[in-house]
């Protein structure tokens, strides 16, 4: 099969650097060998668009460099190899005054930058390794440029993987912008990009912002020109920030391709008309749009794909050589050489091209390059277009232009983009944009520009805004904007501008170079779904599903539509087709669902496999009726049967709180029906025998409710069948607590959740509990205190938490010492003579209301006791409920000594 070319032109520019999980190393010696991008090895540096160069000052850039294999990649090194700028020593001074003039109100100087002359890469010691998926960066320095000129360089990455060293090539390419050309929000030139089908690979644009100084843009987004799901924004711009003029902003975007054909679109800035600071320069749309890059995808595997850069402009004759880089950043080596022709333009045939392309088969993942150095022998002015083919197919074009110092106009006329695709009879919003230099040393007068399309039947070409006039000075341009409006006929074609004039009696006549327009008429179905793993049990029954959303996001209808699910591995089970709702049909932006259902598998405790499934839907349609396809992956998981019981957080009945440590549930003994739930739930789909909750280790306090507990529980046992539940409700009695040893005012009654246990067939399982049940309970608790006073003994019972005793709170102490008097008693306490002596001597009991305060009892120790210490006890009947309170008290009275 003939291969397929592509060809790319590159932008990025900012001052963003760093680097993502990279790490330091040290490099090595061994000569690099070649690197097959495969899947293993894929390692490449972001391709780009045109890096601008704003009045031709210096710009700061990224490069991006990712490791898509699945292996670390260390001894990272780099170089930069021929630099293409030819520095115009012999600058007329017009144009390098008008250089200097612009490069101020940019607020940049050229003398500072005017020693570098070729790009070259900053912080490379931050990028040394990258791990497997990973990515890091670099940052460059693009070289100073004359008016209207451009250039390209060659970055060599050299690592070693694998204990292999190796290595990798990408182009930058940079341009001279007119930084107040217009208030607009651009980027510049072309790329693609060869990638597997179904993997991700990123790409790197550069925003630039012209206009004049202090104009601010706000709510700016990057939009595509197509309905695209496979793109998006990862790294460098957020939607809807603010950009100011002056501003250059790298853009790292994602492209996942799940067709097999090629795919190209523009991606372009838009912003709010009413939202710009200082709108003198703004078109009258209500929605502005900048000048678009192209973007090329082409998702085949074994295909080539060349990227071409920028010659620049030479003196005449030339004083050192024209350098144009190539590389072949596809999927499979050349198997020939790049031819390099001259085919027209003023005096064409005086340039001199010498091509060490012509026999270089550049292999693939641009692991080498080659040079085609172009030069002019001649004193005069000139240009040629020069045409790069492979294998007889252009593959790209670009003009070559050489100055002189006689005075004549020389007019370079350049599209910001050398490609378009649009859907047919769609409506873009986007603009391009011609911008016309004069590099000559005369004015061109009289001037006149004409638009061409070479097939007018599929898109007519509007004109948007149009700042050119009848004279073109040296050193000086101008802008034509243009809009295509697709027809609904499909087809390709040229556009590009004719510019005729005079200077001194002699008449001039240029040409830009074309953009290439591409109107389709094609199906594109789109498969989108859930990036989870479908992880399956293997226990018996279980199954997981996954579903898949199709749309045609093309302009025609899809037929002979139908889908595959491919895996090619050893797996049992693998995943299937289950429901598919796509019929042999799909209209333009119509969708449908197909559902994947992976297993049930065996029973078995120890299974573990992965596997990749790959969506495929073959259809057709379109004006070329060609066979195409999708696809969309899906991985799998199949994991043992290791059967867990999933435990609900407790849920609290009369409580507050969450049972945390942070909130814990609380309540108090006033409380009636304080309950703790725990619930357990059986997910999978095999019973589980003899399921028991350990609630042996519930300290005192609870009572498992036996109306309301469902799971078995102590020494029980109980079937919890598949995919059911059972509870646990444990109610907190205050009773208990009261009388519990240790017993307090405010209790810590939390607890460890119970362990369970159950079997399936002759397997044995255990769960812990794994998490604490925060409870504080609060009751009343009543503690006595004594004290003597000279022959007399008070006694002082005071109350925590008073205010939750219960309404009838009545004890009544009773004294085991014999009194002589009755004892004095506080206000609400009544004593009682139990056993009368006469005289009021015997033994007392005293009643208290604990209701009506904390009780004070003061006993009258008998007189006739003298030189001893006895043991007294005050024993307490008739408690209230729910409080702490011992049942006797002691305390000692020491009688005053004997009298002789």
């Not at 370079?412 to 944009?433: F, G, H, L």
């Not at 599929?458 to 073109?472: A, H």
Request: glycine residues 6%; negative net charge; proline residues 5%.
């Amino acid at each position: 099969m003939q291969n397929r070319k592509r060809i790319m032109l590159l932008l990025m520019a900012s001052s963003m650097l760093g680097c993502s999980q990279g790490g330091g190393a040290n490099s090595s010696n061994s000569t690099p060998q070649p690197a097959p991008l495969t899947k293993e090895q894929a390692v490449s540096i972001d391709a780009m668009t045109t890096v601008p160069s704003l009045n031709g000052s210096s710009t700061k850039g990224v490069l991006y460099i990712h490791n898509y294999g699945t292996t670390l990649i260390d001894n990272l090194t780099f170089n930069v190899r021929n630099s293409s700028t030819t520095k115009q020593t012999k600058a007329n001074s017009k144009i390098k005054q008008a250089n200097q003039l612009a490069q101020k109100s940019a607020k940049k100087s050229l003398a500072a930058n005017d020693v570098q002359n070729q790009l070259s890469l900053n912080d490379t010691s931050k990028c040394t390794s990258i791990p497997a998926g990973g990515y890091c960066t670099i940052s460059f320095t693009t070289p100073v440029l004359e008016f209207a000129d451009s250039g390209t360089s060659v970055v060599e990455m050299n690592y070693k993987q694998n204990g292999t060293m190796k290595k990798t090539h990408q182009l930058v390419n940079y341009a001279y912008v007119d930084a107040s050309s217009k208030n607009s929000i651009n980027l510049l030139g072309n790329t693609s990009v060869a990638m597997p089908q179904t993997k991700a690979r990123h790409i790197v644009g550069y925003l630039y912002a012209t206009g004049k100084p202090g104009t601010v843009f706000n709510n700016v987004e990057i939009a595509k020109s197509i309905n695209y799901a496979g793109f998006k924004v990862v790294r460098g711009f957020v939607a809807k920030q603010q950009v100011t003029v002056g501003q250059i902003i790298p853009v790292e975007m994602e492209l996942e391709r799940q067709s097999n054909k090629p795919l190209s679109f523009q991606t372009y800035a838009k912003w709010d008309n009413g939202t710009v600071i200082n709108k003198s320069a703004l078109r009258a749309d209500s929605v502005n749009t900048g000048n678009p890059a192209s973007i090329s995808i082409d998702p085949l595997s074994n295909q080539v794909s060349f990227i071409v850069g920028q010659a620049a402009i030479m003196q005449a004759p030339s004083t050192q050589d024209n350098i144009v880089n190539i590389i072949n950043n596809g999927s499979a080596d050349a198997d020939s050489g790049i031819e390099v022709v001259a085919i027209s333009g003023d005096s064409h045939t005086n340039l001199i091209i010498d091509n060490n392309c012509s026999n270089s088969h550049l292999a693939q993942g641009a692991t080498d390059s080659c040079q085609v150095k172009f030069s002019v022998t001649d004193y005069n002015s000139g240009n040629a277009l020069v045409e790069y083919r492979y294998k007889g197919e252009k593959i790209a074009s670009q003009t070559i232009y050489w100055v002189n110092n006689k005075a004549v106009p020389s007019i370079k006329a350049t599209p910001n983009t050398s490609s378009v695709t649009y859907d047919a009879a769609s409506t873009p919003e986007e603009i391009v944009t011609y911008t016309i230099q004069n590099i000559g040393k005369a004015p061109l007068q009289s001037a006149s520009y004409s638009a061409r399309l070479s097939n007018a039947s599929i898109t007519d070409w509007e004109e948007v805004t149009n700042n050119c006039t009848t004279t073109i000075n040296p050193g000086s341009s101008c802008q034509i904007e243009r809009r295509f409006k697709p027809k609904s006929a499909h087809g390709i074609g040229n556009s590009f501008y004719t510019i005729a004039g005079s200077y001194n009696g002699k008449s001039y006549n240029f040409a830009s170079l074309p953009i290439k327009y591409t109107i389709n008429g094609e199906p594109l179905l789109s498969i989108s779904a859930s990036n989870n793993v479908m992880v399956l049990v293997a226990d018996g029954v279980s199954t997981v599903s996954k579903t898949f959303s199709i749309k045609n996001d093309g302009n025609v209808k899809a037929t002979n539509l139908s889908a595959n699910l491919i895996d090619t591995s050893a797996n049992d089970p693998k995943p299937v087709i289950d429901v598919n709702g796509c019929s042999s049909d799909l209209a333009k932006d119509a969708s449908c669902e197909i559902t994947v259902k992976y297993g049930p598998a065996p029973l078995d405790y120890n299974a573990s496999q992965t596997g990749t499934a790959t969506l495929e839907l073959n259809y057709k349609g379109g004006t070329s009726d060609a066979e195409r396809n999708a696809q969309k992956t899906t991985d799998y998981e199949l994991t043992g049967h290791n059967s867990s019981v999933v435990v609900d957080d407790p849920s609290g009945e009369n409580t507050n709180g969450s049972g945390t440590q942070a909130d814990p549930f609380t309540t108090n003994s006033t409380v009636e029906g304080s309950k703790i739930t725990i619930e357990y739930h059986n997910n999978t789909a095999v019973d589980m025998n003899n399921f028991n909750v350990n609630t042996n280790t519930i300290p005192s306090g609870y009572i498992i409710s036996p109306e309301e507990t469902t799971c078995a529980t102590g020494t029980s046992v109980s079937d919890l069948n598949a995919h059911s539940s059972c509870k646990l409700v444990l109610i907190i009695d205050p009773a208990t607590l009261a009388d519990v040893p240790g017993a307090t005012s405010e209790m810590d009654i939390s607890f460890e959740k119970p362990q369970t246990s159950w079997k399936i067939d002759d397997k044995s399982f255990t769960q812990p509990g794994n998490g604490t049940i925060y409870v504080n309970y609060s009751q009343p608790q009543a503690t006595f205190g004594a004290a003597q006073v000279g022959t007399s003994i008070t006694l002082d019972l005071s109350i925590a938490n008073s205010s939750l005793l219960p309404a009838t709170a009545n004890p009544k102490f009773v004294l085991d010492q014999f009194l002589t008097a009755a004892p004095t008693v506080s206000s609400g306490c009544t004593s009682t003579l139990e056993e009368d002596y006469g005289d009021g001597m015997g033994y007392y009991s005293v009643s208290c209301d604990l209701n009506q305060g904390s009780p004070q009892i003061t006993l009258p120790m008998p007189d006739y006791l003298c030189d001893i210490t006895i043991d007294n006890f005050l024993s307490v009947e008739n408690a209230p409920a729910k409080t702490v309170m011992p049942a006797y008290f002691g305390f000692q009275y020491t009688a005053p000594q004997c009298s002789i």
